[in-house]
């Protein structure tokens, strides 16, 4: 098992940043990939970034390519989501995610392949 706490979120006004940080604790002493997803108010949970155990592979939504990254300390438990230039169309609760393993799934995009959950945080980007 591994538990999941995601902070940094907040109201902040379109270009700014806020950085989005998410705690592990468990059975943090095996590998696991880490992923962001966002659900928008009325609209279903999507994928917005991932990383692999060793932080080699990455991907990221279209739609935050060049604005969002991710990154993890190991030694921490500890992933990020750097996110910068945000929008009003980035105001969701944002959740991070994870699933043992040392690569990332060819299904990476989707919700139910990811083990485990946060409570997830609010971020809200005004115009």
């Known amino acids: 098992q591994v538990q999941l706490v995601e902070s940094g979120g907040g109201l902040v006004q379109a270009g700014g940043s806020l950085r989005l940080s998410c705690a592990a604790s468990?059975?943090?002493?095996?590998?696991?990939?880490i992923g962001w997803f966002r659900q928008p108010p009325g609209k279903e949970r999507e994928f917005v970034a991932a990383?692999?155990?060793?932080?080699?592979?990455?991907y990221y939504a279209d739609s935050v390519k060049g604005r969002f990254t991710i990154s993890r300390d190991n030694a921490k438990n500890t992933a990020y989501l750097q996110m910068n230039s945000l929008k009003p169309e980035d105001t969701a609760v944002y959740y991070c995610?994870?699933?043992?393993?040392?690569?990332?799934?060819?299904?990476?995009?989707?919700?139910?392949?990811?083990?485990?959950w946060g409570q997830g945080t609010q971020v809200t980007v005004s115009s």
């Open positions: 468990g059975r943090t002493f095996s590998p696991y990939a």
């Open positions: 990383i692999s155990w060793s932080g080699g592979i990455i």
């Open positions: 995610a994870a699933y043992g393993g040392n690569m990332i799934s060819s299904d990476y995009k989707s919700p139910r392949i990811w083990s485990y």
